[in-house]
Nanobody, 127 residues
Framework: QVNLVESGGGLVQAGGSLRLSCTAS????????MGWFRQAPGKEREGVAS???????RYADTVKGRFTIAQIKDKRTLYLEMNSLKPEDTAIYYC?????????????????????WGQGTQVNVSS
């Protein structure tokens, strides 16, 4: 069993930055795909970024060039560095993990590959 806990959300003005963290505890394994998702009120969940054991990263077009996903070497802490934030980035951000594979699939953004999810952290970007 794996427990994921996000932190770092808050209120920021447009153009500002935030860094989200996700700490994993429990039975993590050497194989992994981890990601960040978000859901805004009235909208579907969106895959934001993913990273896997090979350190290959993928980003949604909406955040490419502004957000960076990173992971420290013991793979238990995942980060999402968010720069040039926009009001449309306002959402609850969730950390997700899967430990069955070395690589995230091409459809990682759908979210169904991930077995473990955090409770989410709220990000509000004011205009």
């Amino acid at each position: 069993q794996v427990n994921l806990v996000e932190s770092g959300g808050g209120l920021v003005q447009a153009g500002g930055s935030l860094r989200l963290s996700c700490t994993a505890s429990g039975d993590t394994y050497s194989r992994y795909c981890m990601g960040w998702f978000r859901q805004a009120p009235g909208k579907e969940r969106e895959g934001v970024a993913s990273i896997d054991r090979t350190t290959y990263t993928r980003y949604a077009d909406t955040v490419k060039g502004r957000f960076t996903i990173a992971q420290i070497k013991d793979k238990r802490t995942l980060y999402l560095e968010m720069n040039s934030l926009k009001p449309e980035d306002t959402a609850i951000y969730y950390c997700a993990a899967d430990y069955l594979y070395d690589r995230c699939s091409g459809s990682w953004f759908v979210g169904t590959d991930f077995h473990y999810w955090g409770q989410g952290t709220q990000v509000n970007v004011s205009s």
